[in-house]
């Protein structure tokens, strides 16, 4: 039955959630615990700076206790797989606590505001981009099916082989350097025009958008070739199936045959590939988000590998992680109810 299938399909997601979130607490426990030592060595400084009146003996007894206390406060005095535990349940429960050094437009520091906040901006880009590229490749691909071998797909399938294995970040370079410097129509990067930002919803909006074009169009080119490529193949070798010859030879309208039973039977891997390019928008992309100076989930994960601000290192990989698996997850349960040839739960 189909609520088995997916009972064990949601099961699964959540035990290889928690598993992961282990292991990323193990990893960077080591680095992690640097960094709370450094804070505690330095809160204890701050606080011995007011007491002048105290011997070198009684100082350095009241230093060992003040580590002693902040040791209890971190939990540093259980053992390591006490503490590796106590941070994976912090993570499974989304108290991240606070950053290092990285803060929010806001000058927060709470890691899940930090977080939060970028999260947004990844999805605006990357999400939108996908949608029209998906669209587009699915046209395109469709196009390409209906007449296979002639002029379209040939001189598409052309275009298909030289842009699809271009990287992302040096055709995003050449697009900065023709459109941002030499014609001057869109802007080298940000999310918002500096200084100051516009005033106004309307305007604000607007300012967006306008930045958000050149990287869009740049990730477009960049996919939806390659899209269409995979979509033709996947709707060829449909119409190729004996059902659709039998549908044909009892006169039913092409459009029809094409439209109501074709794309119906290639519906589930035509929405896998999309939905898989839509799950991997939500970690961004560190080196295109950087090239575009997008404040994006990548750019903060770049940011925080080179400050070494591990709490927002281990936020941004646990949500992202999360959304990711969530993604999968449901993405199983709409390729078993889509895809009738398979038996979710039932006997042969």
């Given at each position: 039955m189909y609520w088995k299938f997916a009972l064990k399909r949601v099961i699964?997601?959540?035990?290889?959630?928690?598993?992961?979130?282990?292991?990323f607490s193990a990893l960077f426990n080591v680095q992690m615990e640097?960094?709370?030592?450094?804070?505690?060595?330095?809160?204890?400084?701050?606080?011995?700076?007011?007491?002048?009146?105290?011997?070198?003996?009684?100082?350095?007894?009241?230093?060992?206790?003040?580590?002693?206390?902040?040791?209890?406060?971190?939990?540093?005095?259980?053992?390591?797989?006490?503490?590796?535990?106590?941070?994976?349940?912090?993570?499974?429960?989304?108290k991240y606590g606070n950053s290092s050094i990285i803060r929010s437009s806001g000058g927060s520091r709470d890691v899940r505001t930090i977080v939060l906040e970028t999260i947004p901006r990844t999805l605006l880009l990357f999400m939108t981009a996908m949608?029209?590229?998906?669209?587009?490749?699915?046209?395109?691909g469709i196009k390409k099916a209906q007449k296979p071998g002639k002029g379209l797909d040939k001189s598409t399938s052309i275009v298909?082989?030289?842009?699809?294995?271009?990287?992302?970040?040096?055709?995003?370079?050449?697009?900065?350097?023709?459109?941002?410097?030499?014609?001057?129509?869109?802007?080298?990067?940000?999310?918002?025009?500096?200084?100051?930002?516009?005033a106004g919803t309307l305007a604000r909006f607007w300012d967006i958008i306008y930045h958000l074009?050149?990287?869009?169009?740049?990730?477009?080119?960049?996919?939806?070739?390659?899209?269409?490529?995979?979509?033709?193949?996947?709707?060829?070798?449909?119409?190729?199936?004996?059902?659709?010859?039998?549908?044909?030879?009892?006169?039913?309208?092409?459009?029809?045959?094409?439209?109501?039973?074709?794309?119906?039977?290639?519906?589930?891997?035509?929405?896998?590939?999309?939905?898989?390019?839509?799950?991997?928008?939500?970690?961004g992309n560190i080196i295109f988000e950087g090239i575009f100076s997008w404040p994006g989930m990548g750019n903060l994960y770049w940011i925080s590998v080179q400050q070494n601000d591990i709490p927002v290192l281990m936020g941004n990989l646990s949500l992202t992680t999360g959304l990711y698996i969530a993604g999968l997850a449901i993405l199983d349960l709409i390729y078993g109810f889509l895809d009738p040839r398979i038996k979710v739960g039932g006997k042969e």
């Open positions: 699964n997601a959540v035990i290889i959630y928690i598993i992961l979130i282990f292991i640097q960094t709370v030592y450094a804070q505690i060595d330095e809160a204890i400084k701050m606080e011995s700076m007011q007491l002048t009146d105290m011997k070198p003996e009684e100082m350095q007894r009241w230093a060992e206790q003040r580590k002693e206390f902040y040791y209890k406060r971190y939990n540093l005095d259980k053992s390591v797989f006490e503490r590796v535990v106590r941070r994976a349940v912090d993570a499974l429960t989304f949608v029209i590229d998906i669209l587009l490749g699915f046209w395109l298909t082989m030289v842009v699809y294995g271009m990287p992302s970040w040096w055709l995003g370079m050449l697009m900065i350097m023709a459109f941002a410097y030499m014609f001057k129509i869109f802007p080298s990067g940000g999310f918002l025009s500096t200084p100051p930002p516009p074009l050149l990287p869009v169009i740049t990730l477009v080119l960049i996919g939806f070739w390659g899209r269409a490529f995979l979509t033709r193949n996947i709707v060829l070798s449909t119409l190729q199936e004996d059902y659709i010859m039998s549908a044909r030879a009892r006169g039913i309208p092409e459009r029809k045959v094409l439209y109501g039973h074709a794309l119906r039977s290639a519906a589930p891997p035509i929405v896998t590939m999309g939905l898989l390019a839509l799950l991997v928008s939500f970690g």
